[in-house]
C-alpha cells in the first residue's frame, strides 16, 4: 500500500484534466506510474491528488503529418511507440530504442510524457529525443506553448514544466539522414548514452547538419558543440578522422556527474566508444541510402 | 469520500466487484484481499519480476500498479495459468529442465513466459533473452531458465493449449 490515500480522477478530454487540476496546486498528472508510484512509496512525492490521463482520447496517437512531422502523443507507451508502424519505417532507431526501456513490464505501462518530465537524468528517451530536436507541447490552463527537449530538461528531476501544464504531444521533423543511438547500462538505466542525427543533402552524400546529444553524463542531455561543427558539410567518407580529431576537446567541454555509473574519466570514455560506434553505423547507413 | 473507489475486473476469469482505497497496490489487492498468493513481492520497485501479473495479457508489475487501475480489466495471476489438475506445459518445461530452485521467482518468470509465447509462439534465442532480462532469479543462473523455455519455443502447439 502507498503511504496515504488520495484523490483519483479520470478526466476525458486535456481541458477537464487541467481543470481537474484545479486550484488545490498538489494534483500531479498520472499515467503509467512507473516512476511516479516508485516515488511515492519511498515517500519523496506526495500528492492529495492524481488525475489518470489514460481516458483521453487521442493521446495515444502516432502520426506523421503533412508538414513531415512525426508526432507521438505524450502517453504513448515504450511497447506502443516500439510496435508503431510509423516510428519503424522513418526512425527505426528510437522503435529499438523504446523497445529497450527498462524492462518488459515497464515497457507495457511507461509512457514517453512520463519519462521526459520525470527528468531522470540516466534514461534513454531524452537523449535521443533531444538530438531529433523534438518540440514539446504543454497545454496549461493559461494556454499552450512549444518547449524544445533541449530548453525542457534543467537538472536532474528537474523540468520547466509548470506543475498544472500537461504535457501533451512530442514533435519532430522527420529524419532525412541516419540516427543512431547507444547506450552502455548494467542495470534498468543507461549509464551513459549518446545519440546522433543527421540531415543529409539529396543525394544523402553529404551532412548538411548533425546533431549529438550525449545523455547520462551530466544531470542533462548535453550537445556535443565540437562534433556537430566539424560533422556539417562533410561527405560520409570523410566523418570518421573529423570525429577522431575533435573528439577529446568536445568531450572536455562536458559537464560530467560522477555517480554509482562510474568516475568522470570512465564514464567519458563510455561516451567516446558509443558515439565512435554511432558513426560507423551511420556511415554504413549513408553509404546504402 | 472519494479516496475510496468501485472497481470491477475480471481476475483468472472470474467476475470481481470490490470497493478499493485508491492507495491500494494491485498486488496487496490480490493477496490480502482476494487471497491468491502466488503473485510474490520482493523488489517493490519494478525491477525483479516476482510480482508479474497480466492486464489484458500484456505483463506488468503488480508491485507498482493502483488497484484502480485495473477496473474494467483482465487479470491473470499464476493461479489462472495453473490448471486444477496439475501443471501447464510451462511450469512442467520449468521443472524438466530444472528451472527454479527456491521457487520464488518462479510465478514471475511464469507470467512472463506465458505473454512471451502467446505473442510469439516460436522465439528465437535472442528474444527469450531480450524478454526475460528483466525477471531475476538468485537461485539457477538463468541457464535452466532458458533451456524450459527454449524447450517450449521449438514446440508446434494449437493456439490454445499455452
Redesign the interface.
Known amino acids: 500500500?502507498?503511504?496515504?490515500?488520495?484523490?483519483?480522477e479520470r478526466p476525458s478530454t486535456i481541458t477537464d484534466a487541467v481543470r481537474a487540476f484545479g486550484d488545490s496546486g498538489d494534483g500531479m498528472f498520472y499515467s503509467g506510474?512507473?516512476e511516479l508510484?516508485?516515488a511515492m512509496?519511498l515517500r519523496v512525492i506526495h500528492t492529495d491528488r492524481?488525475i489518470?490521463i489514460?481516458s483521453i482520447l487521442g493521446l495515444d496517437r502516432i502520426a506523421l503529418t503533412d508538414a513531415n512531422d512525426i508526432e507521438i502523443g505524450a502517453r504513448c507507451t515504450h511497447?506502443k511507440i516500439a510496435r508503431d508502424p510509423v516510428i519503424r519505417q522513418y526512425v527505426p532507431a528510437l522503435s529499438s530504442l523504446c523497445?529497450?526501456v527498462?524492462?518488459?513490464?515497464?515497457r507495457?505501462?511507461g509512457t514517453i510524457g512520463g519519462n521526459l518530465c520525470f527528468g531522470e537524468p540516466h534514461a534513454d528517451p531524452p537523449t535521443m529525443l533531444a538530438a531529433l530536436d523534438a518540440r514539446l507541447v504543454l497545454q496549461g490552463a493559461s494556454g499552450t506553448r512549444l518547449v524544445h527537449v533541449d530548453d525542457f530538461i534543467k537538472s536532474e528531476l528537474e523540468t520547466v514544466r509548470e506543475p498544472d501544464e500537461l504535457l501533451t504531444v512530442i514533435v519532430f521533423p522527420r529524419p532525412t539522414g541516419p540516427v543512431t543511438y547507444r547506450r552502455f547500462k548494467h542495470?534498468?538505466r543507461p549509464s551513459v548514452n549518446v545519440a546522433m542525427v543527421w540531415s543529409m543533402d539529396a543525394a544523402a552524400s553529404t551532412i548538411t547538419s548533425a546533431r549529438v546529444r550525449v545523455g547520462a553524463l551530466g544531470s542533462r542531455p548535453q550537445p556535443l558543440k565540437g562534433v556537430e561543427d566539424a560533422l556539417r558539410g562533410l561527405s560520409v567518407a570523410e566523418v570518421r578522422p573529423a570525429i577522431e580529431a575533435v573528439l577529446p576537446t568536445a568531450l572536455d567541454e562536458l559537464e560530467v556527474n560522477e555517480d554509482r555509473h562510474g568516475a568522470a574519466d570512465y564514464k567519458r570514455h563510455l561516451a567516446r566508444v558509443l558515439l565512435l560506434r554511432n558513426a560507423d553505423e551511420a556511415i554504413a547507413a549513408g553509404w546504402s541510402a | 469520500m472519494?479516496?475510496?473507489?468501485p472497481i470491477s475486473f475480471s481476475l483468472n476469469g472470474q467476475a470481481i466487484a470490490i470497493d478499493v482505497?485508491?492507495?491500494?497496490?494491485l498486488i496487496?489487492l490480490i493477496r490480502d484481499r482476494l487471497g491468491l498468493k502466488g503473485t510474490k513481492r520482493s523488489c517493490?520497485?519494478?525491477?525483479c519480476?516476482a510480482c508479474?501479473v497480466l492486464?489484458d495479457g500484456?505483463?506488468?508489475?503488480s508491485c507498482?500498479?493502483?488497484a484502480?487501475?485495473v477496473d474494467q480489466r483482465e487479470i491473470t495471476t499464476v493461479e489462472g495459468v495453473t490448471p486444477p489438475d496439475g501443471l501447464s506445459r510451462i511450469q512442467k518445461a520449468f521443472v524438466l529442465h530444472g528451472g527454479l530452485q527456491c521457487g520464488f521467482c518462479t510465478p514471475g518468470f511464469i507470467m512472463?513466459v506465458t505473454?512471451l509465447l502467446k505473442a510469439t509462439p516460436h522465439p528465437t534465442d535472442e528474444q527469450i533473452r531480450?524478454?526475460l532480462?528483466?525477471?531475476l532469479c538468485r537461485c539457477t543462473g538463468y541457464t535452466k531458465i532458458f533451456e524450459a523455455v527454449r524447450s517450449l519455443a521449438a514446440e508446434q502447439v494449437s493456439e490454445d493449449a499455452a
Open positions: 500500500m502507498l503511504p496515504s490515500p488520495f484523490e483519483f506510474g512507473t508510484l516508485l512509496k492524481l489518470d489514460k511497447n523497445a529497450n527498462a524492462n518488459i513490464r515497464v507495457s505501462v542495470g534498468e | 472519494t479516496h475510496v473507489l482505497p485508491t492507495h491500494t497496490l496487496d517493490d520497485m519494478q525491477v519480476g508479474t492486464l500484456e505483463p506488468i508489475s507498482t500498479t493502483l484502480v487501475d512472463a505473454a531480450h524478454y532480462h528483466g525477471n
